[in-house]
């Protein structure tokens, strides 16, 4: 996602209902991604993602009464209009070592979705990633720390479907304190994370963070 890629929570998740995989991922409490780009010098962080701890919370969004969560379909494309972020997503699962891909960062206008976990619009938390950064300079979610809570992230999917999620928070989290709980927990609605590198910056340990955005769903179309 960015210098450095930490290790996912999520690489325990296998199958498309991972309900009793989740008690391990919420055990884990681990940050996103392994080891993946290191390259320097690096282009600044957003100001909102400038030190883990940072973080803009108001209270979740209440779905309309009639909102119905959808069924099961592949993620193809992410829209943050805020950041003007309009990126195709391809699926991401587990290398060799057992470790969450990342997408390629030679492209620095993509998303990855982990495609054994909840489908963006499902009951459940999706999760999207991308790189903050590359060798070239800003990436896909290079804004992301900037995002401010009321905007809203919108998923297209394979099966026409549009979920459109609305941001309730912005936090930085350090990776040795990760809470796995927190963010990648079913809070008995749609829900979808964002998440790219973010916090302080050494050439020696890349990212000591992750930037990660909580959003949940509020329509479809």
């Given amino acids: ?38 390259a320097t010098p690096g282009p600044p962080q957003p100001a909102a993602a400038a030190s883990a701890g940072a973080a803009r919370v ?5 779905p309309s009464a009639g909102l119905v969560p959808l069924e099961y379909a592949p993620a193809s494309r992410v829209r943050i209009e805020a950041l003007k972020v309009d990126a195709p ?22 998303a990855g979705w982990y495609q054994n976990g909840i489908s963006p619009g499902q009951r459940g938390t999706s999760v999207i990633v991308g790189h903050v950064d590359n060798d070239s300079g800003p990436a896909v979610f290079y804004g992301l720390g900037a995002l401010k809570p009321g905007k809203r992230v ?15 928070g912005v936090e930085v989290f350090s990776k040795d304190t990760f809470p796995g709980v927190r963010v990648y927990g ?15 910056y050494s050439r020696a340990g890349g990212y000591d963070g ?8 509020v329509a479809t179309r």
Avoid: K
Avoid at 11 to 34: C, E, H, K, S
């Fill in 1 to 38: 996602m960015g210098r450095r890629l930490e290790r996912s929570a999520l690489d325990v998740i296998r199958g498309r209902q991972p309900w009793g995989a989740l008690a391990l991922v919420l055990l884990t409490g681990l940050a996103m991604m392994r080891n993946g780009v290191d």
């Fill in 58 to 62: 108001v209270p979740a969004p209440t």
């Fill in 89 to 110: 997503i391809i699926d991401v699962g587990l290398d060799q070592e057992g470790w969450i891909s990342a997408p390629p960062p030679q492209d620095p206008n993509l």
């Fill in 154 to 168: 919108e998923v297209t999917r394979y099966d026409g479907r549009v979920a459109v999620f609305q941001v309730y």
């Fill in 186 to 200: 079913d809070t008995g609605h749609p829900e979808l994370r964002v998440i790219t590198c973010g916090g302080g």
């Fill in 210 to 217: 992750n930037v990660v955005v909580f959003a949940r769903m």
